[in-house]
């Protein structure tokens, strides 16, 4: 080959290069579709763009850069990538700040901002091979923003509970998810309204206050009890029923079962038992009896039973109980209580996916029952493998609290249950209560989706020196629990018309290097990658140099 040939080839490929280098193109060949949108999302970017002469652009900015180590670095890439390929549906523009380069001034704004959204920068904490400790400030967050407009997401799903391996990789897994949730609220011009329903005993309105606040990030919460109009819930997308302690009458059922039957989403969080923690505190001792709603026949026909029981498990929260013998010297320390359990989440579905454990306290158990076609029942939450269920009436005593393993015989009792399709109403055969003032033929079925969960509590948050905690939280161990993000999945799930929450199933599978064996054998494939790409150009160039010499012999022998 002349050298004229040589230069040719060349000025074409890196004119080539050239030419495709503003073009970003991706072939997604892996088993699980990571690369690749799905459907529910090209569809809203097509939306935005079809309407994009209405609004003003999409501009996405990155906090997570700079000097990252390899596992942030995924993440980085990760979003970059995913950006990427939403800007090819719709006109989005990626900016980057390192937020470690910015002015005082500058930060300051910035953790402002932050903190308006509830977010925090992420500590690091890394060992070198060397054993050196090195301390990062990580700032896992995308800004989106449009005009005057802009959300803050978060990109790290940080579980304690896992490896940082994991919840890196259940991060990346959950981006799709995360961004286009963040576009969704930032175009979404009208809020959707949910209610807190009254009248029975509910949790109050300061036991809420920080699920109040979640939910308040997408929809516009309201609180309100039913009246004898049958529509008196229809602007509502969605009701939460927060630990009722009072029955419902037949007026009240009727109107929350034809809300059910045109569509209403509802969230029951029931207690099965009624118990006093003032008697508790005080005495050391409750009596647990069954509470009775007046609901069961409806919730029945919804296919689920809430048990009049107490589930006690040694997965469970400690209280601080005084063991001193003598009251003027009270000596207080934490001891497991087992009727606070730490309820497992499912990976079966979006609302509990890759949540942590939900904490409870006086939980009871549900039963799925009903064998409906029409339906689809799936268990959000349950017990460990080392629970036991109490049949009440019962008395729970400070002093009695059982620690042997035996004892706790039961495994993954269900806690939590989500229920979907065609429901049958409950009034399908009965006359309509005469308290109800409508000439309106009664809905005997209709598709709704409903979650039931068998405790109250876990919907209510502490205060403390006249501040709410987060949801969830465990003073004594100053751990945060999965209350907020389950329930803030459910409401999201119910209100969910486009099929956005169900990108929450997306998964990642994690194919992790054996780290014991890259150690050993980190010398022999550091001198294998150095050595064999130079044997090989040795042996190719020995190669082309045989052939040489053997097409010049056969030359001069034709000669």
Known sequence: MRLKHIIAIVIAVVALNLVLLPVSCRFDLTSDHRYTLSPTTIDMLHHLSDHKHDRQPLVATLLLTGELNSGFLRLEQATRDLLSDMSRQADIRLETIDPLELSDKE???????????????TQIYE????????????????????????????????????????NLNNSIAALEYQVA????????????????????????????????????????VYFGSLNNDVHCLDSFKCVIVASPEQPFTEADK???????????????????VRFSEDILSTEGYTPVIP???????????????????????????????????????????????AYSPLCLTSAESSISKDVMQVNTTFCSTIDLVGNSEQLTQKVLLASSNAS???????????????????????????????????????????????EISSNEQPLSEGYSKQVFLACGSALANEWQQGQPLPLGYDRLTHRQWGNRDFLLN?????????????????SITLRMLNNKAVNNYLRAAQLATILVPLILLALLGLSIACLRQLRQRKITNHK
């Not at 029981?309 to 063991?323: A, G, R, Y």
């Not at 249950?417 to 065609?422: D, F, I, N, P, R």
Request: proline share 5%; with cysteine; net charge negative.
């Open 107 to 121: 930060m300051d704004k910035l953790n402002r901002q932050l903190l308006a959204y509830g977010f925090r920068p």
């Open 127 to 166: 060992t070198s091979r060397r054993g050196q400790n090195k301390q990062t400030l990580v700032y896992p967050f995308l800004l989106l923003s449009s005009g005057q407009q802009s959300v803050m997401v978060q990109l790290l799903q940080n579980n304690p509970v896992l490896s940082g391996a994991d």
């Open 181 to 220: 949730m963040g576009i969704n609220r930032l175009y979404t011009t009208q809020r959707e309204k949910i209610c807190f329903l009254e009248g029975h005993g509910e949790l109050a309105e300061h036991e809420t206050y920080d699920l109040q606040q979640t939910l308040a990030r997408y929809f516009d």
């Open 254 to 272: 009727y109107i929350l079962d034809q809300y059910v039957m045109r569509g209403g989403k509802i969230l029951w969080a029931l207690n099965g």
């Open 291 to 337: 509470l009775d709603l007046n609901l069961q026949d409806m919730l029945f026909r919804y296919g689920v039973r809430i048990n009049p029981t107490l589930l006690t498990d040694l997965q469970c929260l400690s209280i601080e109980v005084d063991i001193s013998p003598d009251p003027t010297q009270p000596h207080i320390v934490p001891m497991p209580w």
């Open 388 to 434: 036991h269920v109490i049949s009440t009436p019962a008395e729970v005593d400070l002093s009695e609290v059982q620690f042997d393993e035996n004892y706790y015989h039961d495994a993954f009792v269900p806690v939590a249950a989500v229920v979907e399709g065609e429901f049958s109403s409950l009034f399908r055969f009965r006359s309509q209560p005469k």
């Open 490 to 506: 459910a409401v999201l799930y119910l209100t969910d018309d486009n099929g956005l929450i169900q990108l929450r199933q997306k």
